[in-house]
């Protein structure tokens, strides 16, 4: 069952820049959660917001969610090129057992 | 142990036969995750494990597919009369608190290719 839902596909960027992402879910959730996936292998944990929390920072790294609409962005300030990768929310799901991802954000930054 | 554990890295193997992935969670996670990833796509759910409460078997794709959890620690995903279909990249994770409420650890994948 597919939760989440990631927008864009792909991004990219110069140096710098700052990048947005954006997430949309379907059913009510708890929390979610972004992750970071370099070169297709293990996913790296990134920041987790509660349902009742609205926004969240972490670094460069700055999460929003409105649980009216069903959707959370990821911004990601003074992008480097370091940080060229994939970009997937989480939620649980609808029985409230497992985590389940969205497709995912590809993000370039070149320098 | 320092992370989540998967063994092999990689495994080739002929079309029809079986494949046990292995999968060693941190020490004391309750919550143990079983993803599959095709080329340049998303992670699919297969299976979670929760303690010792009954596992969420309702991403497994078909009756092929098997895992289980031995002692709440290791798990093996055990695929049948392999397909080419089910070349990916499993991915385990496992995570202290469960039902997607807290942070999880995934380990590196085992990148499985069905010849």
């Known amino acids: 069952s597919q939760q989440g839902e990631e927008d864009p596909q792909a991004l990219s960027i110069q140096e710098g820049e700052n990048a947005t992402m954006n997430c949309s879910y379907k059913?009510?959730?708890?929390?979610l959660q972004w992750y970071r996936q370099n070169s297709g292998r293990g996913l790296v944990h990134l920041i987790l917001?509660?349902?009742?929390?609205r926004e969240k920072h972490s670094g460069r790294l700055r999460v929003t969610l409105d649980t009216s609409k069903k959707s959370s962005s990821l911004l990601i300030t003074a992008s480097r090129a370091a940080d060229t990768a994939s970009y997937f929310c989480a939620t649980d799901d609808q029985a409230g057992t497992a985590l389940i991802f969205g497709k995912g954000t590809t993000l370039s930054v070149s320098s | 142990g320092a992370g989540v554990s998967q063994s092999p890295s990689n495994k080739v193997t002929e079309k029809g036969k079986d494949v046990e992935l292995r999968c060693d969670p941190i020490?004391?996670?309750?919550?143990l995750y079983w993803y599959r990833q095709s080329l340049g796509q998303g992670l699919e759910f297969l299976i979670y494990f929760q303690g010792n409460s009954a596992p969420d078997k309702s991403g497994l794709p078909s009756d092929r597919f098997s895992a289980e959890r031995t002692g709440g620690s290791v798990s093996t995903l055990t695929i049948q009369r392999t397909q080419q279909e089910d070349s990916a990249v499993y991915l385990c994770?496992?995570?202290?608190?469960?039902?997607?409420?807290?942070?999880?650890?995934f380990g590196q994948g085992t990148r499985l290719t069905v010849v």
């Open positions: 059913t009510s959730i708890n929390n």
């Open positions: 994770a496992s995570s202290l608190i469960g039902r997607g409420n807290g942070e999880a650890f």
């Open positions: 020490s004391g996670h309750t919550a």
């Open positions: 917001i509660r349902s009742n929390e």
